[in-house]
């Protein structure tokens, strides 16, 4: 049974949900706290960073295409540690997708449902994204190709909205420091997490002819996030986005257009925010199933209880949270440093050893999904003549793809 990759037109689609979901509403408020007047030469150092990262991600799955993150790192760096670096991270991500569920409460019970328990919101949000992840990434990839567009393209408007009845002279930046900029990037780094669901899902794509899809996704998140802190620094200036929980949220409110089709933007909140949250809850949750699997070699069985699990866990853990500012402090405070050396620290050592190795995979038509998996299910990587285990299929090849 030959595996079904995803369309290259989805690596786009994959980045928009992924990347600066987390905490766009809120970037603007840390940006401004940080930096001060100098706060968009944060989101430009952010950005820059950003796609240094994308760049890496794409460079390692370029050389190995048709094989996710784990499949890669199994042949580079072992497989006991693969296996050791990857349940540290299904941690990691069960922590990020609490920090997540309470952040979306809170900031639907601040702006809109301000009547309704969060752990009620979270739950919503949560059985939504575990619907969406069960399907696996193809079911996924349909949904995002509808709704993921669409909401770039109207919450670009409510930016743009709000930048026409901004003070023009507040968005003037001063160089206040290279180490409060610096520390203001720092703090926003952990939204390089993202970049995990695109090592594990890219693993269906062609990376090398899905590359300019990847890199157009990146350039509206780019401009979205540069967008969100414009907004707010222009409607409510520099101390009060620096002083507010939610400023890229409050700036839209406070924008109206009467006669037109939404007077008060602060609808968009209640059409956007709750898709985009879903959405990337939903990758995260794929993500952290199929690296486990993968892994520890487990069987595809797995995949759907693991989800669950996570699930479960995460919501118990958020609502342990107060309130979204005790979330964002443990994010910053613990999840940073696991994030670049768990992540990030990772990817560019199994990128520098494969490139000094000189180790690629084959061409993504030779591989084939394992005999008993669904047509989605990892792992992907099983070289032709043979099942997951390695027994060979009769009438065709033992030969090994060559690795390098």
Request: aromatic share 10%; net charge positive.
């Amino acid at each position: 049974m030959m595996r079904r990759p995803l369309p290259w037109s989805s690596a786009a689609y994959w980045v928009l949900a992924s990347h600066m979901v987390l905490g766009l509403f809120a970037f603007p408020h840390f940006a401004a706290a940080s930096a001060g007047t100098g706060a968009l030469y944060v989101a430009i150092g952010l950005i820059l960073f950003g796609a240094i990262v994308l760049y890496s991600v794409l460079g390692l799955l370029g050389r190995f295409p048709g094989q996710t993150v784990v499949e890669i790192q199994r042949h580079v760096l072992t497989k006991p540690l693969t296996a050791i670096i990857h349940v540290l991270c299904a941690f990691l991500l069960t922590g990020v997708l609490a920090a997540s569920h309470a952040l979306f409460a809170d900031l639907m019970a601040t702006v809109v449902l301000q009547r309704t328990p969060k752990i009620v919101i979270a739950l919503a949000a949560g059985l939504m994204a575990l619907y969406g992840a069960w399907h696996g990434p193809h079911s996924l990839t349909r949904t995002l190709q509808i709704l993921m567009p669409v909401s770039a393209a109207l919450l670009i408007g409510a930016f743009v909205a709000a930048l026409f009845n901004a003070r023009w002279l507040q968005l003037i930046p001063h160089w206040t420091g290279a180490e409060l900029i610096g520390r203001g990037i720092w703090k926003e780094s952990y939204t390089m997490l993202a970049l995990y669901q695109l090592l594990i899902v890219f693993g269906w794509l062609d990376v090398r002819r899905a590359r300019p899809w990847a890199w157009g996704g990146y350039a509206v998140n780019s401009l979205v996030l540069f967008l969100c802190l414009a907004a707010s620094i222009g409607a409510l200036g520099v101390p009060l986005t620096a002083q507010s929980t939610w400023p890229g949220a409050l700036a839209i409110r406070v924008v109206s257009a009467p006669g037109f089709l939404v007077e008060r933007f602060g609808y968009m909140i209640i059409l956007l925010w709750p898709i985009a949250h879903v959405l990337f809850q939903a990758t995260l949750l794929l993500a952290c199933a199929v690296g486990t699997v993968q892994s520890l070699g487990l069987p595809h069985r797995y995949l759907r209880p693991l989800m669950i699990t996570a699930m479960t866990l995460s919501l118990i853990l958020s609502s342990l949270f107060h309130n979204s500012a005790q979330a964002f402090a443990i994010l910053q405070r613990y999840g940073l440093p696991l994030i670049w050396a768990l992540i990030l620290g990772v990817t560019w050592l199994t990128w520098a050893l494969a490139a000094a190795r000189k180790m690629e995979g084959p061409p993504l038509e030779t591989w084939r999904a394992p005999q008993g998996w669904p047509e989605w299910a990892p792992p992907m990587g099983v070289p032709p003549g043979t099942t997951a285990t390695g027994r060979q299929i009769e009438g065709e090849s033992r030969r090994q793809p060559p690795l390098g």
